[in-house]
């Protein structure tokens, strides 16, 4: 445990330091310390938040979990929002970081989940204890994340039908958000569930040591995060330049791998370790609190940093906005019955590759559809399912 503590805040140091002292580095060496910085802070806050779930229990731990892990991946596209208020050109880099960071975690994340699953099962096989099922499973009460993603799916195609995340977009996801805390909240906790790695360790120490180190991991993880988050950012936008490469894509997948690498790398472990809820429940409230409270915070942010109650998107923001949301409806198609399998897992991250090959508008449109045809078609086959959910919102029991 000593030695990866040590080398997160080894990671971590430089980022401060050099912000601290107003240091100012070459673009490309900037996006390199200040991205490990945002990068160590992700891990740090992740450790704190999994040691605080032995004071937690059930489904409301598992949301807070999610929401701290990303928590730099807000600071990040906050900061864009916060900038375009008096440089617009920063709005598509806004819009780019929250969409590539929704797109990462289903089109990677959740295939990551199953693929980790499977070799799991295989371990288990190869050491004489045969796991019968083969599809990763959900317990009934995730139905609340997908009903409330349902929600929140419906909503987030407004701003690629009026080209702007309006006021009122806001009010509605954080609404969505905050009425998701309170229904998950009631849930009864199933106790402290099995932790792995640095955490595993620290659960272990004395109470009132234990909740030092977590509110102490929570602070210096929120200092690095304060340090780093700026001048990672305007980095990226920088070696873009310097580099010759579109900035738009530096923004769009580089930073949010940067933020959610932690996060992803335990839901692996979770899967690995036949944790399977555990670990697509963690990702999906993830995706919820990413697709609710980040989009909704978004202008609040631009209005702060001195633009207008709506943040406005160009033509490639409102193609790269709707993607995202064609592929929400599709990723949730895949999970309304509780089953993730094998084919789905394969069609998301195939689907999410294609945009790569395939990068201009014609595709991304042509791309849409195709997570909207499917994703309708899979949701009127499990409508019961759909009904299920929806259910949970409004009485989780």
């Known amino acids: ?7 997160a805040l080894v990671v971590a140091a430089p980022a401060v330091v050099l912000r601290l002292a107003g240091a100012h580095l070459a673009p490309v060496a900037a996006m390199l310390v200040f991205g490990a910085g945002v990068c160590a802070a992700a891990v740090i806050l992740m450790w704190a938040a999994e040691t605080a779930r032995a004071d937690m229990s059930g489904a409301l731990a598992l949301a807070l979990l999610a929401l701290i892990a990303v928590l730099p991946e807000y600071a990040v596209d906050l900061y864009y929002a916060y900038r375009a208020g008096s440089r617009p050109e920063y709005a598509a880099y806004a819009a780019a970081n929250m969409t590539g960071a ?8 959740w295939a990551l989940v199953v693929l980790a699953f499977t070799l799991g099962t295989r371990r288990r096989a190869r050491d004489g ?9 959900l317990g009934r009460d995730h139905r609340i994340e997908l009903g409330f993603l349902a929600l929140a799916a419906v909503v987030a195609f407004v701003p690629a039908l009026t080209n702007e995340i309006g006021w009122y977009v806001s009010i509605l996801l954080i609404g969505l958000y905050v009425l998701y805390i309170v229904r998950i909240s009631r849930l009864h906790g199933e106790g402290v569930e099995e932790l792995v790695g640095v955490a595993a360790e620290l659960v272990r120490l004395p109470t009132a040591r234990r909740r030092a180190v977590t509110w102490g991991g929570f602070a210096l993880g929120a200092l690095v995060v304060f340090a780093a988050a700026e ?7 920088e070696a873009g330049a310097a580099l010759g490469v579109d900035e738009f894509l530096l923004v769009q997948w580089l930073a949010p791998l940067a933020s959610e690498a932690p996060e992803l790398i335990v839901a692996v472990v979770f899967a690995w370790r036949l944790r399977d809820s555990d670990a697509i429940g963690a990702l999906l409230s993830s995706k919820v609190n990413q697709w609710t409270l980040l989009i909704g915070t978004l202008p609040l942010a631009y209005r702060i940093g001195g633009g207008e109650w709506s943040l406005p998107l160009d033509g490639r923001q409102t193609e790269e906005v709707l993607l995202t949301a064609a592929q929400t409806v599709l990723g949730l198609a895949f999970l309304i019955d509780l089953y993730f ?15 790569f090959v395939l990068p201009d508008q014609h595709a991304r449109l042509a791309l849409s559809a195709v997570y909207l045809a499917v994703g309708f078609s899979v949701l009127i086959a499990r409508r019961a399912a759909l009904g299920r959910a929806m259910a949970h919102v409004v009485s989780p029991r």
């Open 129 to 137: 204890v045969p796991v019968e099922r083969r599809d990763v499973r």
């Open 341 to 355: 399998r094998r084919w789905e897992a394969a069609v998301l991250f195939g689907l999410f590759a294609v945009q």
């Open 231 to 237: 001048p990672f950012a305007e980095s990226l936008v």
């Open 102 to 109: 929704n797109r990462l975690l289903v089109g990677v994340g």
């Open 1 to 7: 445990m000593a030695t990866r503590v040590a080398a």
